[in-house]
């Protein structure tokens, strides 16, 4: 089954996203005080914050709003091939991979951050001491060690959701639960009104167990539904969901969106929902061809393909090279705009091609040691051809 190119390039430009959140915050950390409220120590606000906080324009550095994109991706992505084909096989067999797929580059995440630790070249702290980001201060204070981390990879990130080395990790958590849920749904899930009800009442069950984050596995299942989708779409619809997903992929904590307080006290559920909403909206609009021509464009596909390592390797190199950087710099006297200006390009570059090495090794590994554990079903057609290849030649009714 070939692969969706413009799912492959959304996600990419999600994890760029992620990486220039990341990057952002630890520079002008007022900029994301709607986004992000606490991320920096209150001061003056000036023009670059100003632009950072813009409604709508934040989409572009929004940070929960990719991650919950990913979400919604995942639904999709693990289940469109089961749509397809009915082989139940494909999702206990994906299934039986995820632990491995997932956590093996984990593995190399937290490896490339504790050498980092070890070398004593991170300068994260100083930096936060002289931007003011509290987002930033609170990373890599502790002394690290082989075993922890170790256990961290293997088992503590994924299960629990605690990282310290990379603590973007916390989302590994989501993804595994929420994966093991869309294996169970999905086989069980109707068509048409019938999938209203229940949806509705897996979500009700998600919430009593999880009263804060259920929004995100929420996603995962509308991504199930929208593996279902006809991907031919009335512009209309694809229009009214672009249009969503930018209102809601920027929700804050501005006046803007005053009105949906009433929904809960708690901004980071509301964050999270609305979130979701719009990474739904953004999901649809691209599976019904929306931005298909720069999805598919090869600097976006390129994004696609390392996506998953440059989410993973971009926290350390952040609170090392990009703060080496910028440090450097400021220290010479460039100013703050002047300093990021260089070192959040050169350290994106970097990460990408830390992320493509990264990507031929650990994700790599990853992918083919869940494969040879479990292999799985062959495809019917391959079965057939194998089968045909196999079987003795048929004696001749003439003979």
């Known amino acids: 089954m070939e692969k969706d ?104 995440s937290v490896l490339l951050a504790l050498a980092l630790m070890s070398t004593g070249v991170a300068t994260s702290t100083t930096v936060a001491s002289m931007t003011g980001s509290s987002w930033l201060a609170q990373f890599w204070n502790f002394t690290p060690t082989v075993i922890d981390a170790l256990q961290e990879a293997a088992y503590r990130a994924i299960l629990t959701g605690d990282s310290r080395y990379v603590t973007i990790l916390w989302t590994m958590k989501i993804e595994l639960i929420g994966s093991f849920i869309v294996f169970g749904y999905a086989p069980i899930a109707p068509r048409g009104m019938l999938a209203v009800p229940l949806f509705a009442v897996v979500m009700l069950v998600i919430a009593a167990v999880v009263p804060t984050s259920w929004p995100l596995y929420g996603g995962f299942l509308a991504g199930v539904h929208l593996a279902r989708m006809e991907a031919q779409q009335p512009r ?28 809960s006290p708690d901004f980071y559920m509301r964050k999270h929902l609305f979130n979701i909403l719009g990474g739904i909206a953004l999901v649809y609009a691209v599976r019904a061809g929306f931005g298909a021509r ?36 400021v220290r010479m006297g460039w100013t703050r705009g002047a300093a990021s200006a260089v070192a959040i390009p050169v350290t994106f570059v970097v990460a ?27 495809p019917r057609d391959v079965e057939r051809d194998r089968d045909a290849r196999a079987s003795p030649t048929e004696p001749s009714l003439s003979a």
């Open 5 to 108: 190119v413009n799912a492959d390039g959304l996600r990419g430009l999600a994890a760029a996203n992620v990486v220039l959140c990341h990057l952002l915050i630890s520079i002008f950390p007022l900029g994301f005080r709607f986004l992000w409220p606490g991320a920096g120590v209150p001061g003056p606000v000036g023009m670059s914050e100003r632009i950072i906080a813009l409604p709508l324009l934040s989409n572009f550095w929004n940070g929960n709003f990719p991650v919950c994109i990913f979400f919604v991706l995942s639904g999709y992505v693990l289940t469109k091939k089961f749509f397809a084909t009915g082989d139940l096989s494909d999702l206990t067999t994906k299934a039986l991979r995820r632990y491995l797929r997932l956590t093996v580059p984990i593995m190399g």
């Open 236 to 263: 209309w619809r694809v229009a009214l969901a672009v249009a969503l997903a930018l209102v809601f992929g920027s929700y804050d904590s501005s006046p803007v969106y005053a009105w949906t307080t009433w929904l």
């Open 294 to 329: 720069v999805l598919s464009s090869r600097p976006v596909q390129y994004l696609g393909r390392i996506s998953y390592s440059l989410y993973l390797v971009h926290f350390p190199l952040l609170l090392t090279l990009f703060c080496g950087i910028y440090l450097g710099l």
């Open 352 to 378: 990408c091609a830390v992320a493509s090495l990264f990507q031929r090794t650990f994700d790599t590994w990853g992918i083919a040691l869940s494969r040879r554990l479990f292999p799985g079903r062959l």
